[in-house]
Nanobody, 117 residues
Framework: QVQLVESGGGLVQAGGSLRLSCAAS????????MGWYRQSPGKQRELVAT???????NYADSVKGRFTVSRDNAKNTVYLQMNSLKPEDTAVYYC???????????WGQGTQVTVSS
């Protein structure tokens, strides 16, 4: 199986920065994409940012220009650099891995990001 271990969440002031990390381990053969989703109370889980194995990125409109997703293929790790954080960024952030040939995704345990105003 595939295990995703997330880290980097915390409490920050509006305008501050955080960097999330997600390390994948286990039986990984063909990853299509890695990325981040988030969910806050009363809202649906939404895409934040993803990056394919080839380096193509996709961002939610709400985070464009503020967040940057990157990956270290040698370490099977994906990162999310979050700058200019806003209170509306407060959510549980979940690491996500998509694998070619699999009808489901792998998910991390989630890490809480809280941005105070």
């Amino acid at each position: 199986q595939v295990q995703l271990v997330e880290s980097g969440g915390g409490l920050v002031q509006a305008g501050g920065s955080l960097r999330l990390s997600c390390a994948a381990s286990g039986s990984i053969f063909s990853i299509y994409a890695m990325g981040w989703y988030r969910q806050s109370p009363g809202k649906q889980r939404e895409l934040v940012a993803t990056i394919t194995n080839g380096g193509r990125t996709n961002y939610a409109d709400s985070v464009k220009g503020r967040f940057t997703v990157s990956r270290d293929n040698a370490k099977n790790t994906v990162y999310l650099q979050m700058n200019s954080l806003k209170p509306e960024d407060t959510a549980v952030y979940y690491c996500n891995v998509k694998v070619w040939g699999k009808p489901f995704d792998y998910w991390g345990q989630g890490t809480q990001v809280t941005v105070s105003s």
